[in-house]
């Protein structure tokens, strides 16, 4: 299943991707080349996502809340809401080389 998406990021972009895809995922994709991280989920929301994201730009994703409970109690320091991805939606950050991301877009 990943290297459908895989295929059709390195044919197109994730627009191109996110477009073509057919039928229910959740993925995160890395581009270390490029220096970004996509997540992008399907239009009805079957597969699920959650994503927690700090102020100081470290995220974090998984099929199952619980799975980032513990990341979210470590993080005292920052400020981190767990929340589901939404359906039929991608998100585009920039990768520092901290590894720390910056929110870039929405499709």
């Given at each position: 299943d990943g290297e459908?998406?895989?295929?059709?990021y390195s044919k197109g972009g994730i627009?191109?991707?996110a477009k073509h895809l057919d039928g229910v995922f959740a993925f995160i994709l890395l581009d270390v080349k490029?220096?970004?991280v996509f997540i992008?989920?399907?239009t009805f929301g079957v597969r699920p996502c959650f994503r927690l994201l700090t102020d100081d730009g470290f995220l974090a994703a998984c099929s199952e809340a619980k799975g980032l409970m513990g990341l979210s109690h470590s993080l005292t320091d920052h400020s981190a809401d767990i929340v589901p991805f939404p359906p039929?939606?991608?998100e585009t950050y920039d990768l520092a080389p901290t590894g720390k991301v910056t929110f870039n877009e929405r499709g």
């Open positions: 459908s998406i895989l295929h059709l627009e191109f991707a490029e220096r970004k992008g989920r399907d039929g939606h991608y």
